[in-house]
């Protein structure tokens, strides 16, 4: 009996840990949230999902908080399919928008066989309306803070506008570093 509650103790203490270093890595302050928490809803077979992933970009590795781009050729995405969108609510219908600002840090993973010599441009839209780009390459981490006073959703799209060295129609995924609405 004893043996069999020490077992039960150490099985719970490895999920409490494991448990809270998943917390620990992104957590965040009061009335701070995540753009993935927001509802963000795929179009066309897009997708933005939220994770937990370390991703290594020149000679540094960033924990990842989310991913934009779809399954096609292993997580990458063809030249032959225009964009990848998708679009996250900030406040419902009726609701007043609480947010001031939108910080996105951005890359690709430079282990992933589709990163050489890709190319990405991520749009980014306030209420439908194009605000701004950053360019993506290898190596590369890219940072923005967008002004979302006002703001009801933020539209996010993905075109692959150089493929791969290693294969000409497609490019990565691109990996979210930040994602923080304040």
Do not use: W
Request: proline share 4%; aromatic share 10%; charged share 25%.
């Amino acid at each position: 009996m004893k043996i069999s509650k020490a077992i039960f103790g150490l099985i719970a203490f490895a999920v409490t840990v494991s448990g809270n270093q998943l917390v620990e890595a992104q957590s965040r302050p009061p009335g701070v949230f995540s753009l993935g928490e927001m509802g963000c809803r795929e179009i066309e077979g897009s997708r933005y999902s939220s994770i937990n992933k370390d991703i290594p970009i020149g000679f540094e590795i960033y924990r990842a908080v989310g991913v934009f781009g779809n399954s096609y050729h292993n997580g990458g995405f063809s030249k032959k399919k225009p964009s990848q969108k998708a679009a996250c609510r900030l406040a419902s219908n009726g609701e007043k928008p609480k947010f001031k600002t939108l910080t996105l840090a951005v890359g690709f993973d430079d282990s992933f066989y589709l990163s050489k010599g890709s190319l990405v441009r991520l749009s980014i839209y306030k209420d439908g309306k194009p605000k701004g780009y950053i360019d993506i390459s290898k190596g590369k981490k890219s940072l923005v803070t967008i002004d979302v006073q006002n703001t009801r959703s933020i539209g996010l799209e993905l075109k692959c506008l150089r493929g791969s060295s290693n294969r000409n129609d497609s490019c990565p995924p691109v990996y979210f570093f930040e994602d923080i609405l304040e």
